[in-house]
């Protein structure tokens, strides 16, 4: 929307008043939603071809260092595990993370959400090439040498890179770059889990920052691009089938609260525990290229204890939700795969957290579960909802995700009530999600709640000042400089003609201008200011768009003009906008009863 056009007043000498008002609607989009949603079927293409050869990439990778032959077959890290390759091999694939991140790219480094958040609110959404070359590279290598991670969250990053330099081949703003770049990421996540409407929900609840048409149906048309190629690239059905029973009795759901809420603490301590680990690499005295090499030898013992840990884990997904794992080993792996995905995640490697997440959330779901109706492998499925959601703090995405993965949507009451506790206790613990905690110790401080506008809502009858003190327009300048220099009750004034129409605004600064420009002593306002555009507002003009006005006009005040007579009836400052949101958070704050229930008592 172009401002200047759309609200711009012309005043002419002392007559005809012309005005245009903005087009309103409950919606701020236009065509090029449809230009951005063609574009992202390119890149859904472009992300789900990627994500195919990052998986193919890992499985190189894996039978490469596991079974020394040269095949994209696929491969269990658990079946090769034991001796001295298992701790020499992912120290040797984190070295050769350590020195792609120093004379590559840092931005490789991490598990990509938080870097892909950064680019999109702080960095004009751009990626470069490098990252979408060296990031699957790089996150291949870590996972296939054995790193506890899996690939959702590099494919997020390969994917928006996708997104962000497609976008950066056209004339796009910031905004439409962002839309791509999020499409791509959907489109990528979508391809790995096939899971369309989860992707379509993190964008939402993690990425997009916004709600919006422009931006959200594009994303849906990347998904969705991605989701019709992922049965020709890698297959159908759901990832993790789940074939148990959805347990039918009344406590099912405040026992899916409890597991939430078990979920929530631990993936609130999880969270603080991986950046206290990252402030112990920070302190170490050598450089950082070192520090997955030593996060690798943690990764290599827990892989000597329990050769599960090792790499993306997919099948200990599986075997949780079959539910015929005995206690011991579920505990096993639930402690060893804690700890060796700690250290690794916060030495800096490259790897995802959305796999370790599930296989965590899982175990502790299977864990509660033993003692619960259903058996373990609905409850698994029910800790896997609600750690996600508690780690990344996206609700509505663990509970879908949950779903679409064992491609059971009979379990979405559960998983909801899960997801949901989590999320409300994890909010109430920890102020940063593990993902926004790192932006915001880079000094990014964000914030994940939406909400209308208070100024959206108000009109610019509701917060103006009424009958505004004016000047005439056949004031001569020489009696506007005495009016300023003794002492005007206002920094500026409206400027009006015979007719109340305004002609323009005068300050003081613009009166002491006029003196040291000598007018004529003949000059009136109306000379001075009527040749000038003046912009308008009118009393039922939603106040957001009177604020925009003035950013865009840059000026501090506003007049109010009756729409049909064109007659200044108010004034709009800058004050009075700050007046309508102090309004808005009064309501949220300030509390008060307006029925006291009575109570009475029989004699």
Excluded at 154 to 170: D, E, H, N, R, W
Excluded at 463 to 470: E, R
């Amino acid at each position: 929307m172009h401002l200047e056009k759309e609200f711009m007043a012309q005043s002419h000498p002392m007559g005809a008043f012309i005005t245009r008002q903005p087009r309103l609607a409950d919606h701020s989009a236009d065509r090029r939603m449809i230009l951005l949603a063609g574009l992202a079927l390119v890149v859904g293409t472009g992300s789900a071809g990627a994500a195919w050869l990052l998986l193919k990439l890992i499985a190189l990778v894996t039978n490469l260092a596991w079974y020394g032959r040269f095949s994209v077959g696929p491969a269990s890290i658990t079946n090769a595990a034991g001796g001295a390759g298992t701790v020499l091999i992912p120290v040797i694939g984190s070295v050769m993370i350590g020195l792609m991140a120093r004379f590559g790219s840092p931005k490789i480094r991490g598990h990509g959400i938080p870097e892909a958040i950064e680019a999109i609110l702080y960095g004009q959404s751009r990626l470069s090439l490098k990252v979408a070359l060296l990031k699957p590279l790089s996150s291949a290598l870590s996972i296939g040498s054995g790193g506890p991670f899996g690939a959702e969250g590099p494919i997020i990053m390969t994917g928006g890179a996708i997104g962000s330099l497609f976008a950066q081949c056209f004339k796009l703003s910031g905004a439409e770059r962002k839309t791509l770049l999020v499409a791509g990421a959907a489109a990528g996540m979508t391809a790995i889990f096939g899971t369309p409407v989860a992707a379509m929900l993190l964008a939402i609840e993690v990425m997009l920052f916004e709600w919006k048409p422009r931006s959200f149906v594009p994303v849906v048309a990347g998904a969705l691009t991605a989701s019709a190629w992922r049965p020709l690239l890698i297959g159908t059905g759901p990832l993790f089938p789940f074939t148990g029973a959805v347990p039918a009795y009344d406590g099912l759901l405040p026992a899916a609260a409890m597991v939430g809420l078990f979920s929530g603490v631990v993936a609130s301590l999880l969270s603080a525990a991986l950046y206290r680990l990252e402030d112990g690499f920070h302190r170490l005295p050598i450089h950082w290229m070192w520090w997955p090499a030593l996060a690798a030898i943690v990764v290599g013992a827990g892989g000597l204890i329990d050769p599960r840990v090792l790499g993306a884990g997919y099948g200990n997904i599986q075997g949780l939700l079959d539910g015929h794992w005995a206690l011991r080993a579920i505990l096993l792996l639930l402690v060893v795969k804690t700890v060796v995905w700690l250290a690794a995640l916060s030495s800096g490697t490259s790897g995802g957290i959305l796999a370790p997440i599930l296989t965590i959330g899982g175990a502790l779901g299977a864990v509660i579960g033993m003692w619960l109706p259903g058996g373990p492998g609905f409850w698994a499925l029910a800790g896997m909802a609600a750690m996600m959601s508690a780690g990344m703090r996206a609700p509505l995405t663990g509970a879908v995700f949950a779903v679409e993965l064992t491609g059971r949507l009979d379990a979405l009451p559960a998983t909801a009530a899960a997801a949901v506790a989590g999320y409300a206790l994890a909010v109430l613990v920890l102020r940063r999600s593990i993902l926004t905690e790192k932006v915001a110790r880079r000094g990014r401080h964000l914030s994940q709640e939406y909400g209308v506008d208070p100024l959206a809502l108000v009109r610019v009858s509701e917060v103006m000042a009424k009958d505004p003190a004016t000047l005439p327009a056949w004031m001569r300048t020489g009696e506007a400089l005495i009016f300023f220099e003794e002492g005007a009750r206002h920094r500026s004034y409206p400027v009006v003609d015979d007719k109340g129409r305004p002609v323009g605004l005068v300050s003081r600064e613009d009166a002491l201008r006029w003196r040291g420009a000598a007018p004529g002593e003949e000059e009136t306002l109306h000379d001075r200011v009527s040749d000038k555009s003046l912009a308008v507002a009118t009393p039922e003009m939603p106040a957001i768009q009177a604020a925009e006005l003035m950013i865009a006009e840059e000026i501090g005040r506003l007049p109010v003009v009756d729409p049909e007579s064109g007659k200044l009836v108010g004034i709009l400052a800058r004050r009075d906008l700050l007046k309508a949101r102090a309004k808005s958070t009064e309501q949220e704050t300030k509390r008060k009863r307006y029925v006291k229930p009575r109570i009475t008592v029989a004699a």
